[in-house]
Structures are given as C-alpha cells and as structure tokens.
C-alpha cells in the first residue's frame, strides 16, 4: 500500500519562498508520473507541477512558470516543489499526488491520479 505525506508548509509574506516535500512509502515500482495540486477554499482543486518518473520532463501551470520548480529523488522516495516569488493568490492546501498507469485523461485530471497526501497548508500574506 502506497502511502504519500507532505509537510513544509507554512505562513510567509508575499516574495518569499518555501519548499514542499512529499515523502512516499509502501509500493512505488510502478508509479507513472507524480503531480503537485492545490485547492483553496470554494475553488476546485487545480494541477500546478508534473513530472514523470525519470524527472527528465517537467510541466507547470502558466501561472507558477518561472517561479516553481518540481523535481524528484528517486532513491529518496521524495517529491519537492520549490516555491519562489510566493504571492497572496498561491494561498491554498497543497496536495502530492502519484499516477500509475497511463491513460486518456490529461496530467492535470486529478481523476488521474490513484494516490494522494493529506495535504499541507501555504499561507502568502502581502
């Protein structure tokens, strides 16, 4: 059974900057692409970052390029998502998230997706 936990979040001003981590454990071998997503009150819940296992290609949302960076430690079991020029409107729970299988729907269909953390809460304040 796959298990995946995130922490680093925190309450920052807006300009500064945090670094998620997603730690997994259980049974990883056959884990497709990993994913970062975040929800905030009242919205749905939306992808920010993806990257297969390889971590060779990457993928954000228009509106963090430039200022995340997803990557991956294999040997770690460990996802990171650096977060830079933080702003009010990053405010929301950050989730990780883990694809097994390929399929039709699109990396950032949270449908997609067969694992997920609890989550951890990102703060910005101006």
């Known amino acids: 059974q796959v298990q995946l936990v995130e922490s680093g979040g925190g309450s920052v001003q807006a300009g500064g900057s945090l670094r998620l981590s997603c730690t997994a454990s259980?049974?990883?071998?056959?884990?497709?692409?990993m994913a970062w997503f975040r929800q905030a009150p009242g919205k749905e819940r939306e992808g920010v970052g993806h990257?297969?296992?390889?971590?060779?290609?990457?993928y954000y949302t228009d509106a963090v390029k430039g200022r995340f960076t997803i990557s991956r430690d294999n040997v770690k079991n460990t996802l990171y998502l650096q977060m830079n020029s933080l702003r009010p409107e990053d405010t929301a729970m950050y989730y990780c998230?883990?694809?097994?299988?390929?399929?039709?729907?699109?990396?950032?269909?949270?449908?997609?997706?067969?694992?997920w953390g609890q989550g951890t809460q990102v703060t910005v304040s101006s």
């Open positions: 990257i297969f296992r390889s971590g060779s290609t990457t």
């Open positions: 998230a883990a694809r097994t299988t390929v399929g039709s729907r699109s990396r950032w269909d949270r449908l997609a997706y067969d694992y």
């Open positions: 259980g049974y990883t071998y056959s884990w497709y692409s």
